[in-house]
DNA sequence: TGCAATTAATCAGTCGTTTGATTAATTCAA
DNA sequence: TTGAATTAATCAAACGACTGATTAATTGCA
């Protein structure tokens, strides 16, 4: 947990009641919580401009003047929906780690440990990011805000995207043998993270052309194994005694 | 050009006055132009519910009206937009498929001569993706089709996407001697895309990660290093018998 | 003159936001 | 335990601003 961004240092959005610290299952913040899952349907699939206020309440089940209310404003629900998706999507990841057997913070682990966790992680974000339908929403919402970069990108971005990448490259540097830092690596892991985003961002298309009608479980387990492989390639190509040849 | 898609069945957009066969510059389609690459610009950074008529018809200096009277509405010039698109990116990528010397529909290459099409067009892409100024509005708006399926985004796909695959495939087919319209083929090129579409959709992400001011020649090319090194592992990886060339 | 193109002005509709009223829940002196 | 006072939350209705589209009048070239 000491890579992990604090997340209690984001202004409450203008308008908000006081952060309840007691439970939040009292009915009361039903509302809430239920624009915020509709925000993040609306906004995820139809983007936030095209996503009007009013649907989003129908969709809630709640009155328009609920957000202004809660959130202060249209804006101020986006931002409720990134910080929503921040620490779910945090949860995930954590347990994605604890799957690929992630080293704890103090035992350096074997290049082959390291290797296999790598390997092993990159299958399950195969899975999380295209297989769970309850995680779409909000992978498509992300998807959304990082192709219109604003305060809420920021928010997501040192919150969840920076500390998940140092992590993932700090375990690729050990097993390469490399400075986990190292521009090459840093590199690597955003080519492999853009292998898998790109699978559901372009999913329309990569499905007609597969002529596949929609991820199902043979679909995700050729594209984790295609993912995986070009994750080994590229471990592979970053060790000292990798096959091919360096990169010019 | 037998794989080329016949982009002269498009329906022409409601009020749009016939197709011009002749010039093209001759100051009356000044207007029409204009409106397109406003669109173009404002809809591919902005998105096409947020970009407003009035402010389309500001950028390209024209009035509101002749948005309906040369395209019939709005829609219609997303639509014009998607063909101008259309027509532009097909002549980009012919002249990087010229640059790598894609082969003739006659002769079958040999699988190196694949192999090496395969690598300069990888790089190719790169470069005319994330490098070029003038396309970048163009992938721009077409990335945002992507993400919201449309009858514009059906014609881009039947015009450039699918024909443009098609032919990649064949060419990693030739390359590693499998049917370049297997699953495995069609999935790798999805993923070599995948790759480089990335580094322009999570742009902002990935600057701020890699400590880049902007995609320079220096960051272009360590991208493209690695994403041609990633081709280069899977054409190995597709391969019967390794990178070894034998003739088959 | 004839017609394609452009213009200013206006249309009905939707946008996000705000209002004042109403209900439900909580507080606190008596 | 009462009952009035306070607060939190929701509601229908309306606000001004802006949306895309359309009109009728005007321009300018052939």
Chains 1, 2 share one sequence.
């Not at 998706?85 to 082959?112: E, M």
């Not at 440990?113 to 309850?134: P, W, Y």
Request: glycine share 10%.
């Amino acid at each position: 947990m000491t890579t992990m961004a604090n997340m209690e240092d984001h202004p409450a959005p203008p308008g908000a009641p006081a952060e309840r610290a007691g439970p939040a299952e009292s009915g009361v913040e039903a509302t809430r919580l239920s624009l915020i899952e509709a925000g993040l349907k609306l906004f995820g699939s139809k983007g936030f401009e095209a996503s009007s206020t009013r649907e989003i309440a129908r969709t809630a089940d709640a009155n328009i003047a609920s957000i202004g209310y809660h959130f202060g404003g249209k804006e101020g629900l986006r931002l409720a929906c990134a910080q929503h998706v921040a620490s779910h999507i945090w949860k995930i990841a954590s347990a994605a780690a604890a799957l690929a057997r992630f080293p704890q913070d103090d035992n350096s682990p074997s290049p082959d440990q390291a290797r296999a966790a790598v390997l092993t992680f990159a299958g399950a974000m195969v899975r999380g990011i295209l297989g769970d339908e309850r995680t779409l929403p909000m992978i498509d919402f992300v998807i959304r805000e990082i192709a219109n970069p604003s305060p809420t990108l920021d928010m997501v971005y040192r919150s969840v995207i920076d500390p998940m990448h140092r992590r993932v490259c700090g375990l690729w540097g050990l097993a390469t043998g490399r400075d986990g830092e190292s521009e090459a690596v840093r590199l690597a892991v955003f080519a492999a993270i853009g292998q898998i985003m790109y699978f559901r961002i372009a999913r329309e298309i990569i499905l007609r052309r597969m002529d596949w009608s929609g991820y199902d479980e043979a679909a995700i387990a050729a594209i984790a194994g295609e993912v995986v492989a070009c994750v080994e390639a590229s471990l592979d190509r970053l060790s000292p005694g990798g096959r091919t040849g360096e990169a010019s």
